[in-house]
């Protein structure tokens, strides 16, 4: 009996169910197993398949999700990967998302548990990204593309299934967000005029990555009208000062994903990435007076982040979204359109970047580096 | 917290109404899930600090049973 055997037939590894896919929805939403849509059933043939693209030891975990702590081994992974419908080689993407979010400063405790509409996107840079098909163009939020609904969507069955997320229990969201169904996505570095992500981070251009982010949503920034970078700029700033999103009281790095067409006017009108992030610092501020006296007085004269800086300050004084120039991120994404977006934070969280390595602390330079030998 | 409790001294944890379930699974998570979950009034997010006083008042007679308890 291989290792792999082994483990899957030890007590409690498994059980046995009707082969009726209805039954086993049920059971598995029953069981808090599920996010409510239909799952392939982890049978363990479908499981054993999902390892063949798995270097590592298949029950040494990964990582401890919070907030149950429970052990994210390649095993239970896979598992989750299979119902979520992943292709075997999608495998070492989930894996490395969840090796980066269970990072402290990620803070998947609070992600996963606080009452905000939080959710793990997941970003993916590096030829991986084409390797496995993803999108990175026209509705890459959106449905179409199997690499990107399937890893995402494999990344919360984990929060859900090993870290307990389960609503009301683990999860205490108020609303949650569509996006904790799946939020993945590749960037759009063929249309990007700037340094794509990996590569701004320190990462080789041929390094694949995944960077995790404790994200809401998108917030669209339309702008079909302005004809220079300032002047997207602009709008995109104003979309930035809002007073809802938790980064206005917290240094929690907001994502800002430019759409091709903005980027390369932005480019065109000599901005680089470093001169956007100054501009949206500068810019993208609030005035005390938009806020509520309560709010005032609580979350920024007595707030922590902001010391005594706003103790005496009058209603103009203008509060900064991001807490430095380099607390933004910002990518390029999605197809032609004057669209652009804004994604805050849960604010207290740092986005996390992983290459994509082998046990032995390689780079990958594709999927079949993880091929089990 | 839970650390503290199993080192023996008195802990408990202050939660509104809703917060009962995540409470009883980090106590049991942690491996202490005798671990005293004292309620007060949901919310305690949004309220005038004279509510945040009040909400106080329910906690401390809970906090104070339970230290006497100890020292029986």
């Known amino acids: 009996m291989s290792d792999l055997d082994a483990l899957m037939h030890a007590p409690g590894a498994g059980f046995e169910a009707d082969d009726d896919l209805e039954r086993i929805n049920d059971l598995y939403c029953a069981k808090n197993w599920s996010d409510g849509l239909p799952i392939v059933p982890p049978t363990a043939a479908r499981v054993e398949e999902m390892l063949t693209y798995c270097d590592r030891p298949l029950a040494e975990p990964v990582a401890l999700i919070a907030p149950r702590y429970g052990a994210a081994t390649p095993l239970r992974l896979a598992a989750c990967a299979v119902m979520a419908g992943c292709r075997p080689e999608y495998f070492p993407v989930v894996l490395h998302a969840i090796d980066a979010l269970c990072e402290e400063k990620f803070n998947v405790y609070g992600v996963n548990a606080t009452t905000h509409p939080c959710t793990t996107l997941v970003i993916v840079n590096g030829p991986v990204a084409k390797e496995l098909k993803m999108n990175s163009r026209h509705n890459a939020f959106g449905p179409g593309n199997r690499a990107n609904a399937t890893i995402g969507r494999a990344v919360r069955l984990a929060m859900l299934t090993i870290g307990g997320a389960v609503p009301g229990a683990g999860d205490m969201a108020t609303f949650g967000t569509p996006a904790k169904f799946t939020f993945c996505a590749a960037e759009n570095e063929d249309e990007n005029p700037w340094e794509p992500l990996h590569v701004e981070l320190g990462f080789a251009r041929d390094a694949s990555t995944v960077t995790v982010f404790g994200a809401e949503g998108q917030h669209n920034i339309n702008d079909h009208e302005s004809v220079t970078g300032e002047g997207i700029l602009k709008m995109a700033a104003g979309t930035v000062a809002t007073t809802g999103a938790n980064n206005l009281y917290f240094d929690g790095a907001p994502l800002i994903a430019f759409g091709p067409e903005h980027a390369a006017t932005i480019a065109r009108d000599g901005y680089s990435k470093a001169d956007v992030k100054k501009y949206l610092y500068e810019h993208g501020r609030v005035p005390l007076g938009m806020l509520s006296d309560e709010n005032i007085e609580r979350r920024i004269r007595q707030w922590p982040v902001f010391g005594n800086e706003y103790a005496e300050a009058g209603p103009e004084r203008l509060i900064p979204v991001m807490k430095s120039p380099d607390n933004a991120y910002v990518i390029v994404l999605g197809g032609p359109g004057k669209h652009s977006a804004y994604i805050p934070t849960f604010g207290a969280t740092q986005p996390v970047t992983r290459a994509l390595k082998r046990r032995d602390g390689t780079l990958a330079r594709s999927v079949g580096d993880f091929r089990r030998r | ?72």
């Open chain 2, 1 to 72: 917290m839970c650390e503290l409790r199993k080192r023996g001294l008195v802990t408990a944890v202050i939660y509104s109404g809703p917060f009962l379930k995540l409470g009883r699974n980090q106590a049991r998570t942690f491996g202490v899930p005798e671990l005293p979950l004292l309620e007060i009034t949901h919310p305690l997010g949004g309220i005038s600090l004279g509510d945040v006083k009040a909400r106080a008042a329910q906690a401390a007679p809970q906090f104070a049973d339970l230290v006497r308890k100890h020292l029986r």
